[in-house]
């Protein structure tokens, strides 16, 4: 949101974020995807989440799938608060 000039420019930016889900295990399997959107629906982070969250909540191992989770959400949160770091220092000098 700080590198847009508007607001409806802040709101796009999520856009891309919106559309992964879709392109994730959270609605089919990504067993019966064909083979590029397989590879990329299994190497993002809303699939390990999903399946770490899945396995939670149906009592089963969850195995590494919530490490992968938990290593996308902080590589996620230290890319985007050094990114809006340096996008905040260069705003207010």
């Known amino acids: 949101g700080l590198s847009a000039k508007t607001m409806e420019g802040a ?6 974020l919106i559309f992964l889900p879709f392109l994730s ?6 067993d019966t995807m064909p083979g590029p959107l397989r590879v990329f629906a299994e190497h ?10 899945r396995a939670l909540f149906a009592e089963q191992p969850v195995g590494n799938d919530i490490w992968i989770a938990l290593a996308w959400c902080v590589g996620i949160l230290a890319v985007a608060y050094a990114f809006a770091m340096t996008t905040y ?3 207010i000098s």
């Open 25 to 30: 295990s959270a609605f089919v399997p990504t």
């Open 11 to 16: 709101s796009a930016f999520s856009y891309p």
């Open 89 to 91: 220092r260069r705003k």
């Open 44 to 53: 993002q982070p809303v699939t390990s989440i999903v399946n770490a969250v």
